[in-house]
């Protein structure tokens, strides 16, 4: 009797394996699996739908696939982006095995418009660093929360993560663990050691009836704080301005990253700061001003 050939997974069980391999073996961050897995299951209900087996499929049935995203007017960016997706799963189905070749190589990348990140104004930051109430507990916590993001430019997630041990006040220095679980260490300055030291000895304590034992910020009931507490309590101090640009954490960031370029600051130092693997990545900051390049100019060029 011959040998009984086993079938094939069922792509479903690949993707969950690939899901698996990224948080696993990559180590990527629940956000960024779960955007994977998202953009896979459409592609997958796609496929039922076309009748199309996702294991052997070509290039055009993928172009296909594209089209129908843009016919049902999906964003260029978010095209690009489940393109992308499929562009890591199906290197990942080559080297297990499940598919010879990747049906993704021939296909380019759609073009997206390129998007300089918001950064806030010069007036609205300085209103906004002192507008939460330094004689309550949650105002002295929200001035630590945006001293921070600004003094930093760490990300919102690294923000909420922090616990007590990751905080050296008197070297004025916190470690942050960013994507892909990798720590890096960032200075910041006089300023914002004293708020966070004031609200750590005096509001800290004070936020609910039990304190989580680890984490630097603190909710109202005394738990940790949350990313989305950390963006609704920056609509509320915007609103209390009267401000009506949209402002988020990650605009901060870009805020942080933007002053430091336009103050001397080389692109590698930035990176570095800001937890980025690929320098390109930190590119995207060298939006100065057009005044900006001028005044640099004008001051470092010997015959201007």
Same mark, same amino acid.
């Given at each position: 009797m011959g040998d009984i050939m086993s079938a094939d997974p069922a792509p479903t069980q690949i993707v969950d394996e690939f899901l =698996?391999?990224?948080?696993?073996?990559?180590?990527l961050s629940p956000h960024t699996v779960a955007a994977y897995a998202s953009d896979l299951a459409g592609f997958i209900a796609w496929a039922e739908r076309a009748g199309v087996d996702p294991l052997h499929t070509d290039?055009? +049935?993928?172009?296909r696939y594209l089209g129908d995203l843009d016919r049902a007017r999906y964003a260029r960016r978010t095209v690009a982006r489940?393109? =992308? !997706?499929?562009? +890591?799963f199906y290197r990942f189905c080559v080297n297990r095995g499940y598919t010879p070749t990747s049906p993704v190589v021939a296909l380019a990348t759609p073009k997206v418009p390129s998007h300089l990140p918001g950064i806030a104004s010069g007036d609205l930051l300085t209103r906004l660093l002192d507008t939460p109430d330094a004689s309550s507990p949650l105002g002295l916590r929200d001035r630590a929360i945006l001293e921070l993001l600004y003094a930093t430019g760490i990300r919102v997630s690294e923000l909420v993560g922090l616990d007590l041990g990751d905080i050296d006040l008197a070297q004025g220095l916190i470690t942050v663990m960013g994507k892909g679980s990798r720590e890096? +260490?960032?200075p910041i300055h /006089?300023? !914002?050691?004293?708020?966070?030291?004031?609200?750590?000895?005096? =509001?800290?304590?004070?936020?609910g009836k039990q304190c989580d034992d680890r984490a630097v910020f603190l909710n109202r009931l005394g738990g940790r704080l949350t990313d989305g507490g950390?963006?609704?309590?920056?609509?509320?101090?915007l609103a209390t301005l009267g401000a009506e640009a949209a402002l988020t954490p990650h605009a901060l960031r870009h805020t942080f990253a933007t002053h430091l370029l336009e103050g001397g600051a080389d692109l590698r130092t930035v990176q570095e700061l800001l937890g980025h693997v690929a320098l390109s990545t930190t590119q995207i900051y060298t939006h100065l001003s057009t005044k900006h390049l001028r005044d640099v100019h004008k001051g470092a060029? /010997?015959?201007?």
């Amino acid at each position: 009797m011959g040998d009984i050939m086993s079938a094939d997974p069922a792509p479903t069980q690949i993707v969950d394996e690939f899901l =698996a391999h990224l948080r696993v073996d990559r180590n990527l961050s629940p956000h960024t699996v779960a955007a994977y897995a998202s953009d896979l299951a459409g592609f997958i209900a796609w496929a039922e739908r076309a009748g199309v087996d996702p294991l052997h499929t070509d290039h055009r +049935t993928l172009r296909r696939y594209l089209g129908d995203l843009d016919r049902a007017r999906y964003a260029r960016r978010t095209v690009a982006r489940r393109l =992308a !997706a499929l562009r +890591t799963f199906y290197r990942f189905c080559v080297n297990r095995g499940y598919t010879p070749t990747s049906p993704v190589v021939a296909l380019a990348t759609p073009k997206v418009p390129s998007h300089l990140p918001g950064i806030a104004s010069g007036d609205l930051l300085t209103r906004l660093l002192d507008t939460p109430d330094a004689s309550s507990p949650l105002g002295l916590r929200d001035r630590a929360i945006l001293e921070l993001l600004y003094a930093t430019g760490i990300r919102v997630s690294e923000l909420v993560g922090l616990d007590l041990g990751d905080i050296d006040l008197a070297q004025g220095l916190i470690t942050v663990m960013g994507k892909g679980s990798r720590e890096r +260490t960032v200075p910041i300055h /006089p300023v !914002a050691v004293r708020r966070l030291r004031a609200y750590l000895e005096q =509001a800290r304590g004070r936020l609910g009836k039990q304190c989580d034992d680890r984490a630097v910020f603190l909710n109202r009931l005394g738990g940790r704080l949350t990313d989305g507490g950390v963006r609704r309590m920056l609509d509320r101090h915007l609103a209390t301005l009267g401000a009506e640009a949209a402002l988020t954490p990650h605009a901060l960031r870009h805020t942080f990253a933007t002053h430091l370029l336009e103050g001397g600051a080389d692109l590698r130092t930035v990176q570095e700061l800001l937890g980025h693997v690929a320098l390109s990545t930190t590119q995207i900051y060298t939006h100065l001003s057009t005044k900006h390049l001028r005044d640099v100019h004008k001051g470092a060029h /010997p015959r201007a």
